[in-house]
């Protein structure tokens, strides 16, 4: 074993903590932002990988083996989410369901997939996830590529006539969902006015919301996450900007309002449909209200990432990764949280899409619109 990978496995076993008192008869695993500006996101992971292992356990396992849960933090760092991988590969983990953002999840997917371990993203939407011919990867989201032909076609329609500005932030999410929007957005004969880039985790996005300004932007199109365009809403509503701000599903988070606070009103964004509100979800909705927890965003399709994994052991009769893989690549349904859902060759999930949804009152699921 080299230097580097040596060293990559002692920084990591600083990140992942161990979830389970007892030794596991299988390890299952979540990785995401669990700590970092994007901290939301991993606690949403946390609470639904949490309760997915706690049910299956209470159901008598898989194929009668108790699940152990470890949480790795990357904190959608793309060096760390790869010392994390290694640190996992250490453990023997059976599932990996993460990581949250795509540019720790593709990393760290190589090294899933030179150890044969199964990866199945809640959250990563990125089409490179499952474009290099990688068995073992798969994801219960949807993709940047269909995500933004509803944004697209979203912003075409309703704002065709007015100034359009395309934001991101450089990270792989982020610009390839704002390249997605702009794609179909120009497809449908509108040409931006304005095509920028930020960077991260700054404090002062002024310089932006100035030029945004002089350019006399109508809608602001932000790929990118909720911390960055909190903080971007803000400015602009001080230098009296009324512009109509659009993103994608990394805003699908209360704490996107605790920073703009009435700012964010009007506030749209492109996400997967809300689950939570299925009533067929009634009962374990009810479990995290009665525990003071909303399970927004990603909670649940961490749970039912779990889930798919566990249904695929069941029908494989084993854990052994290679029989897994075969079984969440055999066209078979799984039934979870998220509906029926099958993977197609790729790993990819037969989503049922992308909503428009609207802020209002602190809260995004009033006045949701289906695709356009």
Same mark, same amino acid.
């Not at 904190?75 to 990996?96: F, G, I, M, R």
């Not at 037969?350 to 602190?362: E, F, R, T």
């Given at each position: 074993?080299?230097?580097?990978?040596?060293?990559?496995? &002692?920084?990591?076993?600083?990140? %992942?903590?161990?979830?389970?008192?007892?030794?596991?008869? *299988? %390890?299952?695993?979540?990785?995401?932002?669990?700590?970092?500006?994007?901290?939301?996101?991993?606690?949403?992971?946390?609470?639904?990988?949490?309760?997915?292992?706690?049910?299956?356990? !209470?159901?008598?396992?898989?194929?009668?083996?108790?699940?152990?849960?470890?949480?790795?933090?990357?904190?959608?760092?793309?060096?760390?989410?790869?010392?994390?991988?290694?640190?996992?590969? /250490?453990?023997?983990?059976?599932?990996?369901?993460?990581?949250?953002?795509?540019?720790?999840?593709?990393?760290?997917?190589?090294? #899933?997939?030179?150890?044969?371990?199964?990866?199945?993203?809640?959250?990563?939407?990125?089409?490179?996830?499952?474009?290099?011919?990688?068995?073992?990867?798969?994801?219960?989201?949807?993709?940047?590529?269909?995500?933004?032909? %509803?944004?697209?076609?979203?912003?075409?329609?309703?704002?065709?006539?007015?100034?359009? &500005? *395309?934001?991101?932030?450089?990270?792989?999410?982020? @610009?390839?969902?704002?390249?997605?929007?702009?794609?179909?957005?120009?497809?449908?004969?509108?040409?931006?006015?304005? #095509?920028?880039?930020?960077?991260?985790?700054?404090?002062?996005?002024?310089?932006?919301?100035?030029?945004?300004?002089?350019?006399?932007?109508?809608?602001?199109?932000?790929? =990118?996450?909720?911390?960055?365009? =909190?903080?971007?809403?803000?400015?602009?509503?001080?230098?009296?900007? +009324?512009?109509?701000?659009?993103?994608?599903?990394?805003?699908?988070?209360?704490?996107?309002?605790?920073?703009?606070? +009435?700012?964010?009103?009007?506030?749209?964004?492109?996400? /997967?449909?809300? *689950?939570?509100?299925?009533?067929?979800?009634?009962?374990?909705? @009810?479990?995290? +209200? +009665? *525990?003071? #927890?909303?399970?927004?965003?990603?909670?649940?399709?961490?749970?039912?990432?779990?889930? /798919?994994?566990?249904?695929?052991? !069941?029908?494989?009769?084993?854990?052994? /990764?290679?029989?897994?893989?075969?079984?969440?690549?055999?066209?078979?349904?799984?039934?979870?949280?998220?509906?029926?859902?099958?993977?197609? !060759?790729?790993?990819?999930?037969?989503?049922?899409? #992308?909503?428009?949804?609207?802020?209002?009152? =602190?809260?995004?699921?009033?006045? !949701?619109?289906?695709?356009?």
């Amino acid at each position: 074993m080299s230097k580097t990978k040596l060293g990559l496995l &002692a920084t990591a076993s600083a990140l %992942v903590l161990s979830m389970g008192a007892a030794k596991a008869d *299988i %390890v299952v695993a979540t990785v995401g932002p669990m700590t970092g500006p994007y901290a939301a996101f991993g606690e949403q992971m946390t609470q639904g990988a949490k309760k997915a292992v706690e049910d299956i356990n !209470a159901a008598g396992g898989v194929n009668g083996e108790k699940l152990v849960l470890e949480i790795g933090d990357d904190a959608c760092d793309p060096k760390q989410a790869v010392a994390v991988a290694n640190q996992l590969v /250490s453990k023997n983990v059976a599932l990996v369901a993460g990581h949250f953002c795509s540019g720790s999840s593709i990393p760290a997917s190589e090294v #899933y997939f030179e150890e044969g371990i199964v990866q199945i993203s809640p959250a990563s939407t990125n089409p490179q996830l499952t474009e290099r011919d990688m068995d073992n990867v798969f994801r219960v989201c949807g993709r940047d590529d269909q995500q933004g032909e %509803v944004a697209g076609k979203y912003l075409a329609a309703n704002f065709g006539d007015k100034k359009i &500005a *395309i934001v991101h932030d450089k990270q792989a999410y982020s @610009k390839g969902l704002a390249d997605e929007t702009k794609k179909n957005l120009n497809a449908a004969g509108v040409t931006e006015a304005l #095509y920028e880039a930020i960077t991260p985790a700054e404090k002062d996005y002024s310089a932006l919301v100035t030029k945004l300004k002089a350019a006399g932007i109508d809608v602001l199109y932000y790929g =990118g996450y909720h911390t960055e365009l =909190g903080l971007i809403v803000r400015q602009m509503r001080a230098q009296g900007m +009324d512009t109509k701000v659009m993103s994608g599903d990394a805003i699908n988070t209360l704490e996107y309002w605790a920073i703009t606070g +009435d700012a964010g009103a009007g506030t749209i964004f492109t996400a /997967s449909p809300a *689950i939570e509100t299925d009533p067929r979800n009634a009962e374990l909705v @009810k479990y995290f +209200d +009665d *525990i003071g #927890y909303k399970p927004e965003g990603y909670t649940l399709f961490t749970y039912g990432a779990i889930q /798919s994994w566990a249904q695929a052991a !069941a029908k494989a009769g084993t854990t052994d /990764s290679e029989a897994v893989i075969e079984a969440l690549h055999s066209g078979a349904t799984f039934d979870t949280v998220l509906g029926a859902i099958t993977f197609d !060759a790729k790993g990819d999930v037969d989503a049922p899409g #992308y909503w428009v949804y609207n802020w209002k009152d =602190g809260q995004y699921l009033e006045g !949701a619109i289906q695709n356009p």
